[in-house]
């Protein structure tokens, strides 16, 4: 499935948890339960239902990866290319 399938040109998508497995793939900016903050899905795993992903954008120099049921994805959404150091 292509990228623009996936994403509203302007809106946020929301994703079936049902479908998300076959929806989500590496590279893909998301929102999670319980933040306000976009990550980005490093891998998947679609047997056991789990993904790896770290907060966008992201610090070249911290690794900060971490494993997530998919089931605790939200929304999938653009990953903003221009954003400023703070």
Known sequence: ???SKLIESKN???INPNDICNNLYKGACVKIKNSHKIFQV???NPKIKVCWIREW???SEVNKTFSLDINQIT????CNKSFSKK
């Open 75 to 78: 929304v999938q959404t653009f």
């Open 1 to 3: 499935m292509s990228f």
């Open 42 to 44: 490093v891998g998947i």
């Open 12 to 14: 946020n998508h929301k």
């Open 57 to 59: 954008p992201f610090a």
